[in-house]
């Protein structure tokens, strides 16, 4: 079964902690990515990954950072979360390049109060 | 019709009409993502279109793609309240590596 699954799908966090987003996919995917979505507004992209320890700043990577120490498993990290960091955060993965289809996990709905 | 930093569009039909939703991209692109978003849930793809193709169809869905225009357009046929959902175009971006997603179109079919 072709997944990406998150954890957590919801998280509440107070302004000034830090977060961990987890994501892994079970295609054995090179290419994985996190995206943030605000309402009424597209996908936007934060970090992609081409594989482990090989990772790139997407449009808004100022905040944020990500691990990816094995294939399967990419993790978003928010150092000292700030309230205008919550939103919803997609993790995504694809085989190689984006002439293909790539593959969404369900989404965790972040808070930074 | 959406892309760039345009805010997401509504469209309200009834059920059974057709509807047609269009996408502009800015950079040459040789394939077409449109994705399909429901509530509380990730995009997932409906068609992938290529150059190579200008239409594709599957089930109720067709979608063209027309390079020369840098425009691709996604057709439902007798729309059913299954498919209120938010509809998305992507094309990659130059170098193939980073999906970029227009704004989105919510579609809304009443019964």
């Known amino acids: 079964d072709m997944k990406v699954t998150q954890m957590p799908r919801y998280l509440i966090k107070r302004m000034g902690e830090n977060v961990l987003l987890e994501c892994g996919q079970d295609?054995?995917?090179?290419?994985m990515y996190w995206y943030r979505q605000d309402p009424g507004l597209g996908l936007q992209l934060i970090y992609i990954s081409y594989d482990v320890d090989s990772n790139s700043e997407g449009d808004i990577p100022k905040g944020y950072r990500v691990s990816r120490k094995k294939r399967e498993h990419f993790s978003l990290i928010l150092d000292s979360a700030k309230t205008n960091q919550t939103s919803v955060y997609f993790c995504?993965?694809?085989?190689?390049?984006?002439?293909?289809?790539?593959?969404f996990g369900k989404g965790t709905r972040l808070t930074v109060v | 019709s959406q892309w760039g930093e345009e805010n997401l569009q509504a469209l309200s039909i009834q059920e059974g009409e057709d509807v047609t939703m269009n996408c502009s991209y800015k950079?040459?692109?040789?394939?077409v993502h449109w994705y399909r978003q429901d509530s509380g849930r990730g995009p997932a793809l409906i068609i992938l279109i290529r150059s190579n193709e200008r239409e594709k169809r599957s089930g109720r869905l067709r979608a063209t793609l027309d390079t020369s225009s840098q425009s691709s357009s996604l057709s439902i046929t007798a729309a059913q309240c299954e498919d209120t959902a938010v509809y998305f175009c992507a094309t990659p971006s130059s170098g193939s590596w980073q999906l970029i997603f227009g704004s989105g179109t919510q579609l809304t079919v009443m019964p």
């Open positions: 995504a993965s694809s085989w190689g390049t984006t002439n293909t289809e790539v593959f």
């Open positions: 950079t040459y692109t040789t394939v």
């Open positions: 295609m054995s995917h090179e290419t």
